[in-house]
């Protein structure tokens, strides 16, 4: 029996602050959630630990979580993959 499992794509924008002195959401701002991150912002450091955070937060496999823009700028767009109903944004800014 083949079971099938239909995965819905979330993309949400954010801000992110590298070299914060901890990492964590910390409200909105032009439409988009800002994130500060104690990662640097060097070798793909941020963007890593950025990944990190948001699998942490979502409960989603880091495998499933892409930069679509912004691989060099504060300004990011991510997407996510997952066969729930994460709505991210709200999941993001309750912790």
């Known amino acids: 029996m083949i079971s099938l499992r239909l ?32 990662a640097a912002p060097e070798k793909g450091k941020a963007n890593k630990e950025l990944i990190n955070f948001i699998s942490d937060r979502a409960g989603v496999h880091k495998k499933n979580i892409k930069i679509i823009a912004g691989e060099k700028s504060i300004y990011k767009e991510i997407s996510i993959k997952s066969d729930k109903n994460l709505n991210l944004t709200s999941r993001l800014l309750s912790s």
Do not use: D, F, H, Q
């Open 7 to 38: 995965m819905k794509t979330e993309t949400i924008k954010l801000i992110v602050k590298p070299n914060s002195t901890a990492t964590g959401v910390y409200g909105i701002y032009m439409n988009r959630i800002k994130i500060k991150l104690a």
